[in-house]
């Protein structure tokens, strides 16, 4: 059985059919939930897609960014350039969307990544701020005003199959080379450099995976929203996408996928309280912190878990029949 | 010489824009200096302070001094508060943790102002008549001089309470290391509070004071303002508290330095561009020292 999962072919096919299933499923939910329900459900795909990539630029390379809010609207304006003013079709501006983010990604990548830390993490705000601004000055985007006229094409099934596409990209990247020595440079650059591992190799593939995938989410955004302006892509923005980070826990996938259903739906559960929703909101952030420092499932091995928990649970039947 | 006025005109212009990122920036370094943190609710501890001072400058028995001095006792307590409330509590755990708890913070102090005065822009009551001194060729108004005035005393009296009280001293040390400092006797909590409540003073001061010189004061208004701050701090080296000063005087000029070349539309990156071209060249800032790594 393990020697068959090692096939790439077996493991190819069984993603295939992962992919259909997921097509299928969604699709019948899609039929069955209300629309508000369902919308809710869009965006968190969305943000998972975009906290995923954050989460392997902070969470397992252990570069704090503040920026990804950035990447978020180039992809959402390459796109939505793309299928309005040059007519590609949607899934084609999603991938422009995604492709023209990780190319600024890289290009933002090789001069920045040379700081650390908070230095780091204050270039990338300021270059957020500066992609905000710019988006706002340009003829092509429609400046301040916003861009309009994106056709609402993004569908429930297609943002979930790419969200689980992503997901199992990401979990097969952190069990590859690759991904061991993106860990290695968060838990130690110097002593990682020192083994060998090329730090700024890494650090880079990491921000342009990251990047793709904040463009691929801003581009389902723009396709959702169907009218995007510079504001929707501000400081609070990249803040949001940290906060799903850190959250779930930092460099933990199951985590990203839970911060992201939690804080996605938060606001809308909190709808109720009207005016006080973002005071709990804000609220809701600190005590989470308080009580969960690394956050909902960080620290928390999910599949060490799942086995001991099976395990316990096969003992005791051992036990029973003994 | 016009261009030479137009530049001394600017010069002052920046210099009071620059004296209130830099009384925010003091609050951003000196925190990260003692326990490393970024502690993103200052922008909305300004936001608080100019606030406190419009509703005290609103009663008619007050003047300015007492505005500025009430708000800024206001926004000491807050700061306090939130230090006690939010922080303490994950003080030992990761840095990042701490940075989203003070987001949820921001995020709470701005909501609650939105709910308590209403999302719209205030104006600020005339504290006192704004009067224009032509010094030479260029013009220099009241509110400029209280603004410059103001944040250099606040300046001066931060340096000679750092250098020359054992409350500095103690600061100090614990910028250093701080757990020989606390086997030395220094109380560790008292510090943070100290740095916490001065931090957040100068803020609030900083609040009040673009409160009266932009005319304007709204929920939202600390964000960004917070956020040049911030690249203030790190522009002169976070951590360092002549660098606060320079990086905050730094960042008001080349803002004012964009609107004087015609590209007021890019004003609010400039403040960025300059940053990220600073740390490419210096990675740790203009006054920050190199930190020696080791594995």
Redesign the interface.
């Given at each position: 059985m393990k020697k068959l999962l090692d096939n790439w072919l077996v493991q190819f096919l069984l993603f295939l059919c992962v992919l259909g299933l997921t097509a299928f499923i969604t699709d019948a939910i899609g039929d069955v939930l209300p629309p508000y329900l369902l919308m809710i459900g869009l965006f968190i795909g969305i943000n998972l897609i975009m906290a995923l990539g954050l989460n392997l630029i902070?969470g397992v390379t252990g570069q704090?960014s503040l920026g990804h809010a950035a990447f978020m609207s180039i992809g959402a304006y390459a796109s939505a350039i793309a299928t309005v003013n040059y007519h590609v079709p949607f899934l084609g501006g999603v991938l422009i969307g995604g492709l023209v983010a990780c190319l600024f990604g890289i290009v933002i990548g090789f001069?920045?990544l040379?700081?650390?830390g908070?230095?780091l993490?204050?270039?990338t705000?300021?270059?957020a701020?500066?992609v905000r601004?710019?988006f706002?000055?340009m003829k092509i985007t429609n400046g301040a005003i916003g861009f309009l006229g994106i056709q609402g094409s993004t569908t429930f099934p297609i943002v979930m199959t790419i969200a689980v596409i992503t997901i199992i990209l990401m979990v097969w990247l952190e069990n590859s080379r690759n991904g061991r020595a993106m860990l290695a440079i968060r838990e130690?650059e110097?002593?990682s450099s020192?083994v060998g591992i090329n730090t700024t190799l890494y650090k880079i593939q990491a921000f342009a995976i990251g990047a793709f995938c904040a463009g691929v989410g801003g581009a389902l955004f723009a396709h959702t929203t169907t009218f995007i302006q510079p504001t929707d892509f501000g400081?609070?923005k990249s803040?949001d996408i940290?906060?799903i980070v850190?959250?779930g826990g930092?460099g933990s996938i199951p985590g990203t996928v839970i911060g992201a259903i939690v804080l996605t739906a938060a606001p809308e559960i909190l709808r109720p309280l009207a005016?006080?929703?973002?005071?709990v909101?804000?609220?809701?952030?600190?005590i989470i912190?308080?009580f969960r420092?690394?956050?909902l499932l960080g620290g928390v091995n999910l599949r060490k878990a799942v086995r001991r928990a099976f395990m316990l649970t096969k003992k005791k039947q051992a036990g029973r029949e003994e | 010489m016009p261009i030479l006025n137009n530049l001394m005109q600017q010069l002052v212009n920046g210099l009071a824009l620059g004296g209130i990122y830099a009384l925010i920036a003091l609050g951003y370094t000196m925190v990260y200096g003692i326990i490393g943190m970024i502690n993103f609710a200052y922008g909305e501890i300004f936001m608080f302070g100019a606030y406190a001072g419009l509703v005290l400058a609103l009663t008619n028995y007050v003047n300015v001094y007492t505005a500025l001095l009430g708000a800024t006792l206001i926004t000491m307590i807050l700061g306090v508060v939130i230090e006690r409330v939010a922080y303490k509590p994950i003080r030992r755990s990761s840095r990042l943790s701490a940075l989203i708890s003070a987001i949820g913070v921001s995020i709470f102090l701005s909501s609650f102002m939105v709910r308590v005065k209403g999302p719209n822009t205030r104006g600020f009551p005339t504290l006192f008549e704004n009067r224009i001194f032509e010094i030479g060729n260029f013009q220099i108004t009241i509110y400029q001089i209280v603004i410059i005035g103001v944040a250099g005393l606040m300046m001066l009296g931060l340096h000679l309470f750092v250098t020359y009280t054992k409350m500095g001293r103690a600061m100090r040390a614990c910028a250093q290391d701080k757990d020989a400092a606390s086997l030395m006797g220094v109380n560790i909590d008292r510090v943070i509070s100290v740095t916490f409540a001065i931090g957040s003073g100068l803020a609030g001061t900083a609040g009040v004071l673009a409160g009266i010189y932009f005319n304007a004061v709204q929920p939202y208004m600390g964000l960004l303002a917070g956020l040049k701050a911030f690249a203030a701090a790190v522009l002169g080296g976070i951590g360092s508290i002549p660098g606060a000063m320079i990086g905050g005087i730094v960042i008001g000029l080349t803002e004012i330095l964009g609107i004087t070349v015609n590209l007021s539309e890019y004003k609010d990156a400039f403040a960025f561009a300059i940053l990220i071209l600073v740390l490419l060249f210096k990675p740790s800032g203009i006054m920050g020292r190199k930190a020696n790594k080791k594995v």
């Open positions: 902070t704090l001069p920045t040379r700081l650390t908070d230095y993490a204050i270039a705000l300021g270059f701020e500066i601004v710019q706002t000055n130690d110097i002593a020192a400081f609070m803040v940290l906060s850190v959250l930092l005016n006080y929703r973002m005071m909101y804000g609220v809701l952030l600190v912190m308080i420092p690394y956050g | -």
